[in-house]
């Protein structure tokens, strides 16, 4: 095949001592700045993107590969160890991962992440090779309406699977659809829940909401509960660093099936990777419930690691397929990689395989290298980084603490943004007070713009007619699961409530 000769010819040109040298320093320096509390796998691309002016684009694009895909793992990091993820993408995977850190799994679950970034990022490098123009014609199907069927599916799904209580669900949904309305409408210029401040007319951002909910709400929420409960003040770090044969049995399906929600995400300009996140991570809760799991929501499950895992990164993989062949940025960090095109000189799209054939080719190849790389240090670090669970707790949550601050200050140099962050923080410690879920807040706060634009979009262009919202076999198929998966979730709520109080019921005739 043609593409198999052009990838060996980028090979030829990767496989060389300097550039394997600079992929590495990449993939380091990614994952360093991923791990550190709001800063993010984009952060690592902002931060480190000046870097790269002096070196010649070649050597500069195989550097970002690395950094592209170590930010990505150092997102996980952060949120495994430190319920602190530094993108969205990383949420899903942040639920099972710090549960497997909590009961001293660490290692493991860090393990069970790199394996999954290393197989749904090498499975989604593969179809940008020989695949792209297939998925890109099942982009261009999509229009507003199907976009807003997608979001509504994943938000309705979500709320209904990740809650004991579907109830407690939508209203975590609509403290998140609450939080993304505010600031100024894009399309009318009117301002919304800003209560007269001018600092809000720019929204809340999503890494202020992040932290707050997940990092400052767990600090709060550990503090509490201290003296109550001595066992949440501390976390072991023992465990395995390496996987099971079991464990690879266990987690191999639900990479492959993350992988499956990732791959087509990745072309499909629909929020970045958080939509297939979510849905792999609420389709393992629905299958580790029907097995009875008892592991998933207590002491965590590693298949609730590797599926968004998976999910996360092939859509990651893709979406630089996209990038290249479509000049179409999915997420943020491939808008930033787009600048750095830009800087050189160069526009991605279909005539960049033509004009910079050579540089495109060996980019791929050293998405592989840099792949197999991070997997070896990320595989060998994984016993290192759970060492951070050995700091003693109090000064360990003083550190997420002030690192948290320090990112989100970072990122805006707002004083205001820090204000924002503790009344998140309260708000995220009050749900976990009262087990209301945080996914659905973090899933409409990403997903709410995406929603709104796309459905205001759906009725401008159908002059008002809602029916154009299920036109298309997309929507009704969409709609169609979405009851299904309602249905199925009332039920099952029913079923376990029912449950419960028989058992109460025996307990207090016994």
């Known amino acids: 095949m043609e593409q198999l000769t052009f990838l060996m010819e980028g090979f030829a040109g990767a496989i060389t001592p300097m550039n394997l040298l600079w992929v590495l320093i990449g993939a380091l320096l990614g994952t360093a700045v991923g791990v550190l509390p709001g800063f993010g796998s984009s952060m690592a691309v902002a931060l480190l993107l000046p870097v790269t002016f002096s070196l010649d684009p070649t050597a500069a694009f195989i550097m970002f590969a690395g950094i592209y895909f170590g930010g990505m793992f150092g997102d996980s990091t952060a949120g495994i160890l430190l319920n602190t993820p530094g993108a969205g993408s990383a949420i899903a995977t942040t639920f ?112 202020v909401i992040t932290v707050g909910l997940l990092a400052l709400g767990e600090v709060l929420h550990v503090a509490s509960r201290i003296h109550r409960d001595p066992a949440a003040a501390r976390v072991p770090a023992s465990g395995r660093v390496l996987l099971s044969l079991a464990d690879f049995r266990k987690a191999m399906p639900a990479w492959l099936r ?119 240090i990320n595989m060998q670090f994984a016993g290192v980084w759970a060492k951070l669970l050995l700091i003693p707790r109090q000064y360990l949550y003083a550190g997420i603490t002030v690192l948290s601050m320090l990112g989100v200050y970072a990122v805006s140099s707002s004083i205001v943004d820090l204000w924002f962050l503790l009344a ?39 002059e008002g007619d809602a029916g154009a919202l299920i036109s298309s076999p997309a929507t009704v198929i969409m709609y169609a699961l979405l009851v299904v998966a309602v249905v199925y979730a009332v039920f099952k709520h029913a079923a376990a409530r029912r449950a419960e109080r028989s058992g109460a019921k025996v307990f207090e005739d016994a």
Not at 106 to 120: D, H, K, N, P, Y
Not at 186 to 206: A, H, P
């Open 424 to 462: 998140i923080g309260l708000l995220g410690f009050v749900m976990r007070r009262f087990n209301f879920p945080v996914a659905p807040v973090l899933i409409a706060v990403i997903l709410g713009p995406l929603a709104e634009t796309n459905l205001r979009n759906a009725l401008t262009i159908s």
């Open 258 to 376: 993350g992988t499956a929600f990732g791959v087509p995400f990745g072309v499909i300009p629909a929020g970045g990777a958080e939509i297939p996140t979510f849905l792999a991570y609420g389709t393992e809760k629905r299958l580790a419930a029907r097995r009875g799991d008892k592991e998933f929501g207590t002491t965590g499950s590693i298949n609730g690691v590797a599926a968004p895992e998976a999910a996360g990164n092939s859509t990651a993989g893709m979406a630089m397929g996209a990038l290249l062949s479509l000049g179409l940025p999915i997420s943020a960090t491939a808008a930033l990689m787009m600048a750095a095109f830009q800087q050189y000189g160069m526009q991605p799209g279909p005539l960049l395989f033509e004009r910079s054939g050579d540089l495109v080719w060996t980019l791929l190849a050293s998405f592989f290298i840099g792949l197999i790389m991070l997997l070896i």
């Open 96 to 207: 099972e991962g710090h549960r497997l850190a909590k009961s001293g799994q660490a290692a493991r679950a860090l393990a069970t992440a790199a394996m999954g970034a290393f197989i749904g990022g090498l499975i989604a490098t593969i179809f940008v090779v020989f695949f792209a123009p297939y998925l890109v014609k099942m982009a261009t199907a999509f229009g507003p309406a199907e976009y807003f069927a997608l979001a509504v599916f994943a938000f309705v799904a979500i709320s209904s699977v990740v809650s004991e209580s579907i109830i407690k669900g939508l209203s975590a949904l609509g403290i998140g659809l609450v939080l993304a309305l505010i600031g100024i409408d894009g399309q009318s210029g009117t301002s919304r829940f800003t209560l007269g401040s001018q600092q809000l007319f720019d929204g809340l951002s999503i890494i």
